[in-house]
């Protein structure tokens, strides 16, 4: 009788084990390849569109090409080192991944395995790298740009990510940011606002008007943009589930509202409502939900979203004069401006069916504040280092002024947007 017994529990054993393990599951797994499908079109297909649409006709292929370059540099660095540093383990950077190092086809996270994680998250480093570009085109040589972004990545965005969602304790202050409100938008605005500094303004700045090369470009990238953004936000929730449900469905609100919050400024200050306006409060709206798309409700999502569009107008119109920074493509207005509003905004407005347990307005909102400052900072100072190596490998960071004359399309690629 003893020997039957300890049979049966030998047989038992591997089976409670095996219960205790983390599984795949498959409709999460199923859910979460689509989402990282959808963020991927975002960086080469919509916000190369996008940012190519609203450059003049000159240099329409150059900026495209940095979205592009940025996705296809952005994968390798982050499957290089950038996902160990974002997720390994340590407090102030992570290790232990290089490579990938330890992670197979049966590794899980949460309930998806984790080279399907690495895929998603690095389509997060590539395109925050992008939106970057678009305050620098124009003037900042691909050379430079390609080496800033395998860089930037791994010196500034990486260890962001490790402070806000990899696990990084000493500089986590337990800030809301569900899709990367400070993580992808502040970080990436401040960069590109700070190399738009340090790289000066174009030769023509404010002597002549810059009229984007296609508005209809701009709509279709930004309707790309809006798409996989679906698959930004409600992915983030790394399940399919009713977080997941709901993030979709604040996105779509918040995007919208953004469009009429953009129209009403531009209309009250020129009585004009542009599609290139509109196009951009749709980005802006997208902008603001981020960090409040898994925890905002519809009405959340409503005030969120017309502040962010409203904001971005006004940011774009009249707050960018008083700086006289020539951001370009006014990369910090639309994402960093109104990613800060969306950070602190992630604090005000939590549905009540999504609200943390012991939740208190006060703590969360010094830590929200708390988050964003540090991003500000540490995005800047380390953004500028950066750019000074990438420029001293390159042998300067900016085109000459031939160069930029004549555009960088054909000066540089070799190329043109339209042959007539």
């Known amino acids: ?96 991944k290089i490579l990938l190092a330890g992670i197979t086809d049966k590794t899980v996270n949460g309930s998806i395995p984790e080279l399907l994680f690495v895929a998603f998250q690095g389509t997060f480093a590539a395109i925050a790298v992008a939106i970057a570009s678009g305050s620098m085109i124009e003037r900042v040589k691909f050379s430079t740009f390609t080496i800033f972004a395998a860089l930037w990545i ?78 930004f936000n409600a992915g983030s929730e790394v399940a ?37 306006g509109g196009a951009s409060g749709a980005v802006a709206g997208l902008v ?12 959340g999502a409503i005030i969120i979203g017309l502040i962010g569009g409203a904001l971005g107008a006004f940011g774009v119109s009249k707050i960018k ?24 905004a992630t604090a005000l407005f939590i549905a009540p069916y999504l609200m943390p347990e012991n939740f208190h307005l006060g703590s969360q909102l010094m830590a929200q504040i708390k988050a964003v400052l540090l991003t500000i900072v540490y995005s800047g100072v380390m953004t500028a280092v950066v750019y000074f190596v990438s420029s001293l490998l390159t042998g300067g960071g900016r085109v000459d002024d031939e160069t930029e004359l004549m555009g960088l399309d054909e000066a540089v690629h070799g190329e043109e947007a339209i042959n007539l």
């Open 288 to 299: 603001a939900i981020t960090p409040a798309s898994g925890s905002a409700g519809v009405v």
């Open 321 to 344: 004069k008083l700086f006289n920074v020539d951001d370009s493509l006014d990369a910090f207005w639309v994402h960093g401006l109104v990613g800060i509003w969306g950070s602190i």
């Open 1 to 96: 009788m003893k020997k039957k017994l300890l049979t049966l529990l030998a047989t038992l054993l591997p089976v409670a084990a095996m219960a205790g393990e983390a599984k795949i599951d498959t409709g999460d797994t199923a859910w979460m390849i689509v989402a990282t499908a959808f963020v991927m079109l975002m960086t080469p297909a919509g916000l190369a569109l996008f940012y190519g649409g609203l450059t003049r006709r000159k240099n329409v292929l150059n900026t495209i090409g940095m979205s592009l370059i940025a996705f296809a540099v952005g994968t390798l660095v982050w499957v290089v080192a950038g996902y160990s540093i974002a997720f390994g383990s340590g407090d102030i950077i992570g290790t232990g």
């Open 240 to 276: 399919a589930d009713g977080v997941a449900a709901n993030a979709f469905l604040v996105t779509n609100v918040a995007a919208s509202l953004g469009v009429i919050g953009w129209l009403l400024v531009e209309y009250l200050l020129y009585k004009k409502a542009t599609l290139v």
């Open 154 to 231: 791994l010196v500034v965005y990486a260890p962001i990510t490790h402070w806000a969602w990899g696990g990084g304790e000493m500089l986590n202050f337990g800030e809301m940011d569900f899709a990367g409100g400070t993580v992808v938008h502040i970080n990436a605005g401040v960069a590109g606002f700070v190399v738009a500094m340090i790289l000066g303004k174009r030769r023509d700045f404010g002597k002549s008007a810059y009229k984007p090369f296609s508005p209809i470009l701009v709509v279709l990238g930004a309707a790309l943009l809006w798409f996989g953004w679906f698959g």
